[in-house]
């Protein structure tokens, strides 16, 4: 508590000051009010005692901060302090609006106890804030020594009080005239004993003591809770017509109730109950207060005139305590008796402290303040408790927008890697309370709610992730994406979206709703890219911002949703440019390992996928050719890309130095007939036209993460498929920018998939026959090398899929090239060919090898050099059946080269790595920023993981010669064990 | 501060807000730094794992900008203006803090003597 005094003083000090000046302006406003009430006075049946002409005053101010409509709810809501008589006299009355003005004049002295718990590790605050009425129901303003404000200037540690002094304090009583009287007959069939002190007419003498200890400068606008909380926050005031929203639907179900009088009888033994179940004293005595705030929204209505007065009145106290059992009889009685001040929890002028305290911490707040309060809360209390999960959902609906956003940071805190919290959140149907706050206007409200929901969707319990959905989470997301500024919230939105577009039936449903927002909101501004470049400035780079990378890794897991989604990405305006240009930015700075970059190639790879079937207007470039059988369509295209270029085969040096052959390739461009473009080219166009070659090259060189280089290595594989014009053109700029220099290397990456994605790539490219002769003579030795021998697996241990590429690309370079074939030969190649084809556990590995050992065979001229290396025919038989023979002759032309050849015809696409590319999906549990339980340490989290599983290998890279790269960084981490380096320091 | 690969961390930072100073030419923050994933962690004499290999505060110039703005020698960076800086060569931590055309760096700093602090607040 100290504590909280220390840090509420300059609060109070502000508050202050602020209440005198309003005090002025009450005063006149005072008078008016007078008026206003004498009408009401004959009508008053019982005399009020205890009006304070303050808070007479305070009750008119709040409603002229209301809005004209509010005016009567208000009304309404005051009356639950009212007697019976009182409210039969308004039924009587013609109904006119004055009427309701009579009821708000009748009250008077305001009560407030505000308790403040501050859950472990989230810094969540919950206060709760009792008020009390006591009514004058004629109003009479009469400002007296009882009255509230009289109370609130003495500031007493309520811990210090008796309960008992407390009940009897004489303002307390002497403010219930009838109503009091009501009151006491229903405690009255309860026992009250020791507890009486709950009794609504002890928290009047009571409440203003402790309210005074807590914050005085609270005390003074406490009519009405939201009031007080408004004094705090101004900007609280406009949240009144949404807590009352948010509040009905727990609250209505009780004005059916309402009017019986079995119920009011059977409440007060449920509030006798709570001093049981809470024992800290400052939990028991606010909740009845409190209540008549709470149902502003059922009272307000006309019916309420019906119910007896004193009925009305206790309905109006009991309902927040019982409210979780209306709300679901199951938890009923666990909220209820456990968790009573839940409801209670109005404004938080101390939570309000607390966060300032915390903020000088800064952002660690929530992890170093979390701690601190709860624990405070618990050296001074030590009765105090953590609310279970039952209570801290049911907080979620809770009037007070600090509670809610306590509740909903709790409740992301417990769900921290805790599968069995997310799923009991679940059945407790937290997950639609929490995505109806997401539409809270307030900040911290709806910031709180995404990041339970950002925990909550983690995972592998798909369930939830449905369940977000269900409750239409993800259009919520997309809304408060649109809506919001905050970086933190748009980071914690994107992550979400990225953990929810994990799991495959909901992608389509990310890209109906979230399409063209997240590209619009994130990805557009944070790429970089303009629409309209500004031609006086340059352009401007990528920030890979957290928000960019959680958007990027939520489009690349939509992206693998078959052929719709991609042509949806493909289509989204501006997404395609915004991706190349940030790509090209990362290639620009050379800063491409991070997992943006990744995530970006991931989607462009996987919107290559079938461009040339996929794409609108395609067909218009397809090659008439394509349907030829492969042997007569290598001399063909042979003709036709390299003509007169690259006439005969090349040396070694030509090939490396055909970049600088300009004049040579350009030429050779022009042999191509590619469409004249009368505009540029913009959207998915750009996907694949040559320009991006050299853009994945660049990464394929630069980078040092396996994904982004499968990534890139499989875009160029999946551009290269096909039989189209564009494919065409890829081929042989691929080979124009030195490009299979660079893939061939990377067939000696330690990791399977880049070898496996830059050997499909490499068949591919081979179709283009000029790219056959260099591949033949130059990957060869490098493919054979990726091969087993025998049943020794190398080094590397690809696994089936990558073998089978390799083999399958071997036989696509070796067939109609008795060139390559010899190459294959001079590799010793066969010798492991045959081992895999008569040992090999695969079928598969077993029946692509059979295959290659076919083409070569096939080549006559070889026989001869063959049988001397000691082969015979039984060699390059199949070993299995002659079916290889006719599939062969089926082959399809190449139309589908993404599929290895081999595979299609076996009917077994499936298993078959090519064929699976849009496959790469991200499972976001490995990456995504997900959760913490503060925000604090989310750059700790999946980035270190991800980024030790990637440099990790990096050791083995190194000790490659061809694999180390000038901008490595690993250089030290090898060599630590030897030289130990000084220290560096450098001055910033 | 030690970490377990994979596992979230979870650590008690301050934000310190450095504004360069310019001296002559060159935009000056008034500290030094050590270690990196490239150094060798064991020779740090700041961290108390000493397989952090995390960028740590090695000296502050005395009035300089970064001891203005309370950075203190042993202070662990976990973040330059949102970058992480728990996984980086000690060359691009440098590089980081030394861009040209950002006049304020934002820290996320931890040190021993925060995570005292709260842990002292809750007891």
Known sequence: ?988 | MSFIPGQPVTAVVQRIEICKLRQCDNLILGFSIGGGIDQDPGQNPFSEDKTDKGIYVTRVSKGGPAEAAGLMIGDKIMQVNGWDMTMVTHDQARKRLTKKNEDVVRLLVTRKSLEDAVRNAMV
């Open chain 1, 1 to 988: 508590m100290e504590e909280c005094d220390v840090h509420s003083t300059a609060s109070i000090l502000a508050s202050v000051k602020e209440q005198e000046a309003r005090f002025e302006r009450l005063t006149r406003a005072l008078e008016e009010e007078r008026r206003t009430v004498s009408l009401q006075l004959e009508r008053g049946t019982l005399p009020s005692t205890a009006s304070g002409t303050q808070s007479l005053a305070w009750q008119q101010m709040v409603m002229q901060e209301q809005s004209p409509s509010n005016q009567t709810s208000l009304a309404m809501m005051q009356e639950p302090q009212e007697i019976v008589e009182e409210t039969v006299t308004i039924e009587e009355d013609p109904g006119t609006p004055t009427s309701h003005v009579s009821v708000v004049t009748s009250d008077d002295g305001t009560t407030r106890r505000t308790e403040t718990k501050v859950t472990k590790m989230v810094k969540t605050v919950t206060t709760r804030t009792v008020r009390q009425v006591p009514l004058g129901p004629d109003g009479v303003p009469f400002p007296e020594g009882s009255s509230p404000l009289g109370s609130y200037t003495n500031s007493i540690d309520r811990r210090f009080m008796k309960n008992g002094e407390r009940f009897s304090t004489p303002q307390a009583t002497s403010t219930l005239t009838r109503s009091y009287n009501n009151y006491s007959d229903s405690y009255g069939e309860t026992p009250e004993g020791p507890y009486r002190h709950y009794g609504l007419h002890d928290g009047y003498g009571d409440l203003p003591d402790s309210y005074g200890s807590l914050s005085r400068g609270v005390n003074y606008r406490p009519r009405y809770p939201y009031m007080a909380s408004s004094g705090y926050r101004p900007e609280n005031s406009y949240t009144l017509p949404i807590r009352k929203d948010d509040y009905s639907h727990v609250a209505q179900p009780q004005v059916p109730l309402g009017g019986t009088v079995d119920l009011n009888r059977s409440q007060p033994e449920r509030f006798q109950a709570e001093p049981y179940g809470l024992e800290d004293d400052r939990r028991s005595l606010g909740p009845d207060d409190d209540e008549p705030y709470d149902l502003e929204s059922d009272y307000s209505t006309a019916n309420r005139r019906t119910v007896g007065g004193a009925n009305h009145g206790r309905h109006m106290r009991e309902p927040p305590r019982v409210r979780g059992g209306y709300e679901d009889p199951i938890e009923a009685d666990l909220i209820d008796d456990r968790h009573p001040y839940m409801p209670n929890l109005y404004s938080a002028p101390l939570a309000q402290a607390e966060l300032g305290s915390l903020a000088s911490l800064d952002r660690m707040g929530p992890m170093g303040g979390r701690r601190s309060p709860s624990a405070d809360s618990v050296r001074k209390d030590p009765r105090w408790r953590d609310p279970d999960l039952p209570e801290v959902i049911a907080m979620l609906g809770h009037p007070v927008d600090p509670v809610k956003s306590n509740a909903a940071a709790y409740l992301q805190h417990l769900c921290y890697e805790n599968d069995k919290v997310k799923k009991e959140v679940r059945h407790l149907k937290g997950v639609p309370l929490l995505v109806g706050l997401l539409d809270h206007p307030r900040p911290e409200v709806h910031r709180k709610a995404c990041g339970a929901l950002r925990n909550i969707s983690y995972g592998r319990d798909h369930d939830n992730k449905v369940a977000i959905k269900n409750c239409d989470g993800i259009p919520a997301l997309i809304r408060l994406l649109r809506k919001t500024s905050d970086m933190e919230v748009r980071e914690l939105v994107t992550g979400t979206l990225w953990n929810l577009s994990s799991y495959e039936p909901l992608k389509m449903v990310i890209i109906n709703h979230g399409l063209q927002t997240l590209t619009n909101e994130v990805i557009i501004p944070h790429s970089g890219w303009e629409q309209e470049p500004n031609e006086d400035s340059k352009p401007r780079d990528a920030e890979w911002t957290t928000v960019f990378k959680n958007t990027s890794g939520c489009l690349r897991n939509v992206s693998s949703d078959g052929a719709e989604a991609r042509r949806r990405l493909r289509e989204c305006e501006g997404l395609v440019d915004a991706l190349l240009h940030a790509l090209q930015s990362a290639v620009g700075k050379k800063d491409m390992d991070n997992k943006s970059v990744e995530n970006c190639v991931c989607i462009m790879r996987n919107l290559s996928y079938h461009v040339h079937k996929e794409v609108p207007g395609a067909e218009k470039f397809q090659e008439p050719s394509t349907n030829q059988a492969p042997g007569s369509v290598g001399p063909q295209r042979k003709k036709k890309d390299d003509a007169g270029c690259f006439g005969g085969k090349k040396t070694k040096e030509e090939w490396f130095n055909q970049g600088r052959k300009n004049g040579e390739s350009e030429k050779s461009y022009d042999t191509l007939d590619l469409p004249k473009r009368t505009e540029p080219t913009k959207g998915f166009e750009l996907l694949y036209q040559p320009e991006v070659v050299r853009l994945y090259l660049s990464l394929l060189t630069e980078s040092q993460n396996y994904n982004t280089l499968e990534a890139a290595a499989g875009a160029l594989q999946n551009l290269s498929a096909g039989q189209w014009t564009w494919s065409n053109y890829i081929r042989a700029t691929v080979r124009k920018e030195k490009g299979l220099p660079i893939l061939v290397e990377l067939l000696r990456s330690d990791s399977d998939k880049v070898v496996r994605a830059v050997a499909i790539a490499l068949r591919n490219l081979s179709m283009d026959r000029r790219n056959k002769d260099l591949i033949g003579s130059y990957a060869m030795r490098d493919l054979v090398s990726n091969l087993p021998s025998g049943q020794q697996r190398p080094a590397k241990n690809l696994e089936e899929d990558t073998v089978v590429a390799v083999l399958n690309t071997i036989h696509e370079i070796v067939t109609d090239s008795s060139e390559n074939a010899r190459s294959l030969i001079q590799a010793q190649a066969i010798e492991k060919l045959v081992a895999i084809n008569r040992t090999s556990q695969s079928q598969r590995e077993t029946k692509a090898a059979s295959y290659v050992l076919q083409a070569v065979w096939s080549h006559k001229e070889l026989r001869n050099s063959l049988a001397k290396d000691g082969w015979n025919k039984t060699h390059f038989q199949p070993t299995a059946t002659s079916q290889a023979k006719g599939t062969r002759s089926n082959k399809p032309a190449y139309d589908d080269t993404t599929l290895p050849l081999m595979e299609k015809n076996q009917g077994n696409k499936k298993s078959i790595s090519g064929d699976m590319i849009p496959m790469d999906e991200l499972d976001p549990d490995g990456y995504s920023t997900i959760d913490q339980k503060d925000k604090d340490c989310k750059y700790k989290s999946g980035d270190v993981s991800s980024d030790l599983a990637e440099r990790e290998p990096l050791k083995n890279d190194t000790n490659r010669k061809q694999f180390v790269r000038t901008n490595r960084p690993a250089v030290n981490l090898v060599d630590t064990c030897d030289v130990k380096p000084q220290p560096v320091d450098s001055w910033v």
